[in-house]
């Protein structure tokens, strides 16, 4: 059985129809994420899948309960941490984690061996107010405030969403240690960079699922040949280079922009059609997740 | 799980607790309020500046005016003639010109025999305060019949408020407004407060049920609301001198009923609101005008167009005031206002069982 089965499920707000028919499934103790920008209706399917909200239409179940004619059982076993700062920022560390706690029935101690590695590190600010806590901190004990019952599936709404670079890399290896320990985990990003922490991933855009697979497999699905080019003029390069034959797609990415081309393409016959352009070079690149979701979103 | 129904109560203690600015709010509104309405806004009449008018000042008159001037609520500023009297009320240096005839002690005399006569005196008022001009003329007509008042047709006697002290009619509206104010503004608040911050999700993704989140939220603003209670219970009594002649357990268990009525009011609106401000909103501006306007408090009901009147049925606050003026003053006791108890238990539970019903236990 299945962790998360999800079938063809359609949520709706108005006219906006922020989940289209979306089916895919979650296996016992993986790690999956859903990776998209903004608007994909990530959080939509969070809340979904925690029964904050009923679907339109589809069916999905967690834990082998079914979301809508089950939902008070999903509600006591899974642990959940929505997108923003939810916890009291007028109560301090160790009394949001009591009380959490209390939530669910169980004494604080009892789960001390799953929250230990993580809330060890907030616990010499355990006097003090969560709203003074910083972001690495707060999203930590949200983290542990989650575990606290002992879940068997965890629901993280983009927990990196504003915290620096290295408490997110923390962020991740608390999530691997806990996967370790068997609980199912769904998280949600929008930095592609962190998909490849996950065992599988989903790509989302505006309702739909483009595709799933492990972050490794999902990049060889890109079938075309990329390469990263770079002038003095990086705004004039991207229209011109839009113009030339046999160039599929050129899109800004990071300091380069990548250049998806046909099957057949030359880079020296490139470089020739473009001198007018200073400095102008090009290199083969390896796909990233970032480039199959540009290709996977235009299709 | 009754562990966690008293963990519930504790974070929502702490968190009022903690918010010392509203604490010091909750307290200081009733006492302002009480001090306020019972001190400076009064609708007594006292210190009336009256001059006089008198062509000859005869034994009659002196007398008169001497009456006058040693009674309390009157200032004599002197007398003065018939030319100055528009000026003198226009400048606002008298509230009323007493005008003496010139014969004054023979149409006194006749008047004392029965004997038909034109009247001996004439009270020129400021009406610019119809309140004040009211009064001023009962309280002059009092005083300066005086002696000569034995063949008065009416005997008038104030009950329950002798001096008819403003104060006492008005300590049943700020109750009526208070717990409005405190209970359901405070309630309504800071359950939107859960839903906008984002812990009200966390709060429904989890084993307890909503009317568990909801009693234990209620539980410390309702003790809040009694201390507050006992507060205003106690500046009535010692500092204004109400009587409370109607017992004050009666007063009290009403006033609880009237405190869960005021709870259920702020969950109501906390279903429909969205934001702190529009709870701020719907409770300042849906519940207190009404409750200011229609309730009894400032004006009385019987002077509403009939159409007010109708809808000041609807306003709990109405009923409340009414039991709470005829339990503190009247000296009423709870059973001869079984009819307001009646009304507003059933208005309790009408808003409580509502408001449980549309309080979700979705986002939606």
Not at chain 1, 39 to 50: P, S, V, Y
Not at chain 2, 125 to 134: C, H, R
């Amino acid at each position: 059985m299945n962790a998360i089965d999800i079938q063809s499920l359609s949520k709706r707000f108005g006219r906006v129809q922020a989940l289209d028919a979306v089916s895919f499934s979650v296996g016992k103790g993986e790690l999956f994420g859903l990776i998209g920008p903004d608007g994909a209706g990530k959080t939509t399917l969070f809340r979904l899948l925690t029964t904050l909200l009923t679907p339109n239409s589809g069916t999905a179940s967690v834990d082998g309960f079914d979301i809508v004619n089950d939902y008070l059982s999903i509600r006591s076993r899974v642990g959940y941490m929505p997108g923003r700062f939810s916890l009291y920022p007028d109560l301090t560390v160790e009394e949001n984690l009591d009380f959490f706690a209390a939530l669910f029935g169980v004494r604080a101690r009892e789960s001390y061996d799953l929250v230990a590695p993580i809330y060890k590190q907030i616990e010499p600010f355990r006097k003090r107010r969560a709203g003074k806590l910083s972001g690495g901190m707060k999203q930590k004990l949200a983290l542990s405030c989650a575990l606290i019952h002992r879940p068997s599936v965890l629901f993280l709404d983009e927990p990196t969403t504003g915290v620096d670079a290295v408490s997110r890399s923390e962020f991740w290896d608390m999530l691997a240690s806990l996967q370790q320990k068997g609980i199912t985990i769904l998280v949600s990003t929008p930095y592609m960079d962190e998909a490849s922490r996950c065992d599988r991933i989903a790509l989302c855009n505006e309702g739909h699922i483009l595709g799933i697979d492990t972050p490794n497999d999902i990049v060889r699905r890109f079938d075309a040949p990329l390469y990263a080019v770079r002038a003095s003029n990086m705004y004039a390069l991207l229209s011109a280079a839009r113009r030339i034959e046999g160039v599929a797609e050129c899109y800004p990415f990071g300091e380069v922009h990548h250049l998806v081309t046909d099957r057949g393409f030359d880079p020296s016959r490139f470089l020739g059609q473009l001198n007018e352009l200073d400095d102008l070079s090009i290199e083969p690149v390896v796909p990233t997740i970032e480039d199959i979701f540009i290709k996977w979103m235009k299709r | 799980m009754k562990n966690n129904f008293l963990s519930f109560v504790k974070k929502e203690s702490l968190h009022i607790l903690r918010d010392r600015r509203t604490m010091l709010i909750v307290v200081l509104i009733p006492i302002v309020l009480m001090v306020l309405f019972g001190f400076a806004i009064s609708t007594e009449v006292n210190d009336i500046k009256v001059a006089a008018v008198a062509p000859d000042r005869t034994d009659g008159v002196r007398d008169a005016v001497e009456r006058l001037a040693r009674n309390d609520y009157f200032t004599f500023c002197g007398y003065t003639d018939n030319r100055s009297i528009d000026a003198l009320l226009r400048s606002g240096k008298t509230d009323a010109v007493v005008v003496f005839a010139a014969d004054f002690d023979r149409r006194m005399q006749s008047a004392a025999s029965g004997l038909p006569s034109s009247p001996a005196i004439q009270l020129i008022l400021d009406a610019s305060n119809v309140n004040t001009a009211g009064a001023a003329t009962a309280y002059l007509q009092g005083v300066l019949l005086g002696a000569e008042s034995q063949q008065s047709l009416f005997e008038t006697r104030m009950l329950f408020n002798p001096q008819m002290k403003s104060a006492f009619n008005f300590v049943p509206g700020i109750m009526g407004l208070i717990f409005i104010l405190v209970c359901a503004m405070m309630t309504s608040v800071s359950i939107v407060r859960e839903k906008e911050v984002g812990t009200m999700e966390v709060l429904l993704v989890s084993p307890v049920r909503p009317f568990k989140i909801i009693f234990a939220k209620m539980i410390p603003y309702f003790a809040i609301s009694c201390c507050v209670l006992i507060l205003i219970l106690l500046l009535a009594r010692y500092l204004l001198g109400v009587p409370m002649s109607g017992g004050v357990a009666g007063i009290f268990s009403l006033s609880l009923l009237y405190l869960v009525l005021s709870l259920s009011l702020g969950l109501l609106v906390s279903t429909i609101a969205r934001t702190q401000v529009a709870a701020l909103l719907i409770s300042a501006m849906v519940m207190m005008m009404p409750i200011l306007m229609l309730s009894g408090m400032l004006f009385p009901i019987e002077n509403l167009p009939k159409f007010f009147q109708t809808v000041s049925l609807l306003v709990p606050t109405r009923w409340y005031i009414d039991a709470v003026r005829k339990m503190m003053i009247q000296g009423a006791s709870v059973v001869e206002v079984w009819q307001d108890c009646v009304i507003l238990f059933c208005m309790t539970a009408l808003v409580l069982g509502v408001s449980l019903k549309k309080f979700n236990d979705k986002l939606e």
